[in-house]
């Protein structure tokens, strides 16, 4: 599993032009389920996505808070494309990523152990397999890649 980390004031996610979801001072996740991913996989990736320590203390200490620390928000968006391959031609190639129905279950289930890890209210979400508008204000930036792969596998980064 794969996900893309920004760190934000405040980001949206709209789908047809209705506001879906939106957030305050958090992160924004991208994230992408792979094929051979499993619950281990969300599993782990939900806990560090809520560990990863991105902003500063009180005291000025860099990179010491992690999102609960400060009370932000998460807002999770599924995004097959971060696991294409751009290595042949000029179109990307999405075999990389894994099938809708199996990969809508696991991304489900990351977004329920944001849930379950933090606090309800502070995770929102997109909408599964959709065009969906995402607006944020970056803060920083400040924009980080997690992987967590099964075992003998490495998402590859083109």
């Known amino acids: 599993m794969k996900a893309i980390l920004q760190r934000v004031l405040s980001a949206s996610v709209a789908v047809d032009k209705q506001l879906i979801s939106s957030i305050g001072r958090g992160i924004l996740v991208f994230a992408a389920v792979g094929p051979g991913d499993g619950e281990k996989e969300v599993d782990a990736l939900a806990a560090k996505v809520l ?17 609960q620390d400060v ?48 606090q309800s209210a502070k995770v929102k979400d997109g909408v599964f397999q959709a065009m969906m ?17 099964p075992p003998g596998k490495i998402h590859e980064i083109e």
């Not at 500063?56 to 808070?65: L, S, T």
């Not at 696991?83 to 999405?94: C, H, I, M, V, W």
């Not at 508008?133 to 792969?149: C, H, K, Q, R, Y």
Request: net charge negative; proline share 2%.
């Open 71 to 118: 009370e932000g928000e998460v807002l999770c968006v599924s995004q097959f494309t971060l696991l294409a391959s751009t290595k042949k031609g000029s179109k990307p190639d999405f075999h990389g990523a894994m099938s809708g129905d199996t990969a809508r279950v696991l991304y489900q289930r990351f977004v329920k152990k944001l849930e379950e890890g933090y």
């Open 133 to 149: 508008e995402v607006s944020l204000i970056n803060d920083g930036p400040v924009t980080l890649e997690m992987n967590v792969s």
């Open 51 to 67: 560990k990863i320590r991105l902003w500063d203390d009180e005291n000025g200490g860099r990179w010491k808070q992690n999102v």
